[in-house]
């Protein structure tokens, strides 16, 4: 038999068999094989990937350790994931609860502001398509000019509408200008008006937490890092958040600086849900960062961080 056809017959007998519920006795007759080598090649599916056995374990919090955030930060809104036998499923498990949990409040939302990043595409796409046409996705930041970005050229607020059968708005200009007067200009442009109308409506908003690698990640912004920070130093960035680099005290380092083009800080904290989803322990001193500023009202995350943060904390 050559491979074509006996991947095919692989293919035909696991369908049979984890599909249709087909007993092996049965698959016998209908191929003419005998039931051991029936069993051989159900194990030679798995063994080839044809076949792929997901078991969805329960996602549980860890109720002591959230209590202990809510009386360190102050932040009645954290979930704290119980982590697994290994990090795909931890991170996986972070994913399918955030999506969850944002969803619901989307739902009750009327305008809802998107960043970008790997964790928010990755929320995104766990989301189950629910209509809900009475929304509306704004993006309230320029674009970060990740041009090897996993989502390709579609925007995220266009991928989350989808996902509801919602409106959203873009807002076509980059993460930083430095000319001041180009900034100015801009912002008063037509084509930037419906976004900007929306930013003062924001009723939640989701994000992930950058770092200053993230930011050097992308050559434009590595090559004006200095424009960026303005008067402060790299060394005292803990993390960046809605695009601007703060300290590990959650206070933000270039207030009398700010070259990001889109919402106003002052805006973007009134917005009176603000969730941000934390999976890799490597940010653990930006989480801590943004909760000693209260910068966020929401967040999710795992064991591993949250017990690295609390340490952190104490040190």
Same mark, same amino acid.
């Given at each position: 038999?050559?491979?074509?056809?006996?991947?095919?017959?692989?293919?035909?007998?696991?369908?049979?068999?984890?599909?249709?519920?087909?007993?092996?006795?049965?698959?016998?007759?209908?191929?003419? %094989?005998?039931?051991?080598?029936?069993?051989?090649?159900?194990? =030679?599916?798995?063994?080839?990937?044809?076949?792929? #056995?997901?078991?969805?374990?329960?996602? !549980?919090?860890?109720? *002591?350790? !959230?209590?202990?955030?809510?009386?360190?930060? &102050? /932040?009645? &809104? #954290?979930?704290?994931?119980?982590?697994?036998?290994?990090?795909?499923?931890? =991170?996986?498990?972070?994913?399918?609860?955030?999506? !969850?949990? @944002?969803?619901?409040? @989307?739902?009750?939302?009327? *305008? %809802?502001? %998107?960043?970008?990043?790997?964790?928010?595409?990755? %929320? @995104?796409?766990?989301?189950?398509?629910?209509p809900h046409d009475d929304l509306l996705f704004t993006q309230f930041m320029g674009d970060n000019l990740k041009t090897n970005a996993a989502h390709g050229s579609a925007p995220l607020v +266009?991928?989350?509408?989808?996902?509801?059968?919602? +409106?959203?708005?873009?807002?076509?200009?980059?993460?930083?200008?430095?000319?001041?007067?180009?900034?100015?200009?801009?912002?008063?442009?037509?084509?930037?008006?419906?976004?900007?109308?929306?930013?003062?409506?924001?009723?939640?908003?989701?994000?992930?937490?950058?770092?200053?690698?993230?930011?050097?990640?992308?050559?434009?912004?590595?090559?004006? +890092?200095?424009?960026?920070?303005?008067?402060?130093?790299?060394?005292? *960035?803990?993390?960046?958040?809605?695009?601007?680099?703060?300290?590990?005290?959650?206070?933000?380092?270039?207030?009398? &600086?700010?070259?990001?083009f889109g919402a106003r800080l002052a805006t973007i904290m009134q917005v009176p849900v603000r969730f941000a989803v934390v999976k890799n322990k490597f940010k653990s001193q930006a989480l801590?960062?943004?909760?000693?500023? +209260? /910068?966020?009202?929401?967040? @999710?995350?795992? =064991?591993?961080?949250?017990?690295?943060?609390?340490? =952190?904390?104490?040190?």
């Amino acid at each position: 038999m050559n491979d074509m056809k006996h991947r095919r017959l692989l293919i035909d007998i696991a369908r049979d068999y984890y599909l249709s519920k087909i007993t092996i006795a049965q698959i016998s007759d209908k191929y003419n %094989v005998s039931r051991y080598l029936i069993s051989k090649y159900l194990d =030679e599916a798995l063994a080839n990937g044809l076949v792929k #056995i997901n078991i969805n374990t329960p996602v !549980e919090r860890n109720l *002591v350790l !959230e209590a202990k955030f809510k009386a360190a930060f &102050h /932040l009645d &809104h #954290i979930y704290i994931i119980k982590d697994t036998d290994t990090t795909s499923d931890d =991170e996986h498990h972070i994913i399918e609860f955030a999506a !969850e949990t @944002i969803q619901q409040r @989307i739902l009750q939302s009327r *305008v %809802v502001g %998107v960043t970008w990043g790997s964790t928010v595409l990755s %929320v @995104i796409d766990s989301f189950q398509a629910t209509p809900h046409d009475d929304l509306l996705f704004t993006q309230f930041m320029g674009d970060n000019l990740k041009t090897n970005a996993a989502h390709g050229s579609a925007p995220l607020v +266009q991928k989350a509408a989808a996902k509801f059968g919602a +409106q959203y708005m873009t807002l076509p200009a980059p993460l930083y200008l430095f000319n001041d007067q180009t900034h100015q200009l801009l912002a008063q442009e037509a084509a930037m008006a419906p976004a900007f109308a929306q930013f003062d409506q924001m009723d939640t908003l989701f994000t992930g937490i950058g770092t200053l690698a993230s930011l050097d990640s992308i050559p434009v912004w590595k090559m004006n +890092q200095s424009a960026i920070l303005g008067t402060a130093t790299a060394d005292q *960035v803990a993390g960046l958040l809605y695009g601007r680099p703060y300290d590990l005290n959650g206070r933000m380092l270039n207030t009398e &600086h700010d070259k990001l083009f889109g919402a106003r800080l002052a805006t973007i904290m009134q917005v009176p849900v603000r969730f941000a989803v934390v999976k890799n322990k490597f940010k653990s001193q930006a989480l801590l960062g943004a909760l000693r500023g +209260q /910068l966020l009202t929401d967040v @999710i995350t795992d =064991e591993a961080v949250a017990n690295r943060v609390l340490q =952190e904390n104490q040190a």
